[in-house]
T-cell receptor, first 118, second 112 residues
Framework: GAVVSQHPSWVICKSGTSVKIECRSLDFQATTMFWYRQFPKQSLMLMAT?????????EQGVEKDKFLINHASLTLSTLTVTSAHPEDSSFYIC??????????????FGEGSRLTVL | AQSVTQPDIHITVSEGASLELRCNYS??????LFWYVQSPGQGLQLLLK??????LVQGIKGFEAEFKRSQSSFNLRKPSVHWSDAAEYFC??????????FGAGTILRVKS
C-alpha cells in the first residue's frame, strides 16, 4: 500500500484563492520531503525541499511567496499555492526518502494532486 | 548540470513483444540511476535502480536495465510485455541529498 499519501487528489479553485495540498508519510518519519510539479508531457520538476523544523529550500525560479511550504511535523508537509492563477494549474507530487536508504535518491511518491485554477 | 533525456514520448508494442525504453543522462560524477513507473491516478513506483557494481540491474515486474557509461545510457528492457505494463515510465538521475532529475517520460501503450 501507499506509504506517502497526498490530499486532495484533485482540486478546482477560482483564480485568486489559495489552495493547500497535504503530503503525509504514513508509517515512517520523514525529516525531508520533496515537492515536484509535473506539466503535461513534461518531466517532473523539483520545486522545493521541505525540511522539518526549518525553512524549505526552493529551486531556482520557484517563487517562495507563491508556493508556501511548511513541514509541520515528521509526517506532514504542506504546499500552499497562494493567490492561484490559471498558469498554476498542474499536477503536484510529493515524495519522501526511503527510511532505510537516506541520501541515495530512493523516494516514495505520493499519488499526486491535480490543481485546476479557473 | 544534471539532465535526463528520454527520446521517445510514446511507444506502442504488442503484448508479448519485447520492450526497450531509452534513457540518456548527463551527470558529472558517477550517477545514481532510476526507473520509475506511473500508472494513472497513482504515485510513481520504483522499478529498479543502479548505484554501482554490476551494470545490468534487475527490477520488479520482470524489468531490467543496463548502465552503459560510455554511452551515458540506462535503457529499460523487458523481454515480454504484458497489458498491465501500460503506463508512463520515467528515468531519473540522482546524486547526494535525494534530489532527482527526471526525464520527460515515455508513455507505453500495449496492443492486444
Amino acid at each position: 500500500g501507499a506509504v506517502v499519501s497526498q490530499h486532495p487528489s484533485w482540486v478546482i479553485c477560482k483564480s485568486g484563492t489559495s489552495v493547500k495540498i497535504e503530503c503525509r508519510s504514513l508509517d515512517f518519519q520523514a525529516t525531508t520531503m520533496f515537492w515536484y510539479r509535473q506539466f503535461p508531457k513534461q518531466s517532473l520538476m523539483l520545486m522545493a525541499t521541505s525540511n522539518e523544523g526549518s525553512k524549505a529550500t526552493y529551486e531556482q525560479g520557484v517563487e517562495k511567496d507563491k508556493f508556501l511550504i511548511n513541514h509541520a511535523s515528521l509526517t506532514l508537509s504542506t504546499l500552499t499555492v497562494t493567490s492561484a492563477h490559471p498558469e498554476d494549474s498542474s499536477f503536484y507530487i510529493c515524495s519522501a526518502p526511503r527510511r532505510l536508504a537516506p541520501n541515495t535518491g530512493e523516494l516514495f511518491f505520493g499519488e499526486g494532486s491535480r490543481l485546476t485554477v479557473l | 548540470a544534471q539532465s535526463v533525456t528520454q527520446p521517445d514520448i510514446h511507444i506502442t508494442v504488442s503484448e508479448g513483444a519485447s520492450l526497450e525504453l531509452r534513457c540518456n543522462y548527463s551527470y558529472g560524477a558517477t550517477p545514481y540511476l532510476f526507473w520509475y513507473v506511473q500508472s494513472p491516478g497513482q504515485g510513481l513506483q520504483l522499478l529498479l535502480k543502479y548505484f554501482s557494481g554490476d551494470t545490468l540491474v534487475q527490477g520488479i515486474k520482470g524489468f531490467e536495465a543496463e548502465f552503459k557509461r560510455s554511452q551515458s545510457s540506462f535503457n529499460l528492457r523487458k523481454p515480454s510485455v504484458h497489458w498491465s505494463d501500460a503506463a508512463e515510465y520515467f528515468c531519473a538521475v540522482g546524486g547526494y541529498g535525494n534530489k532527482l532529475v527526471f526525464g520527460a517520460g515515455t508513455i507505453l501503450r500495449v496492443k492486444s
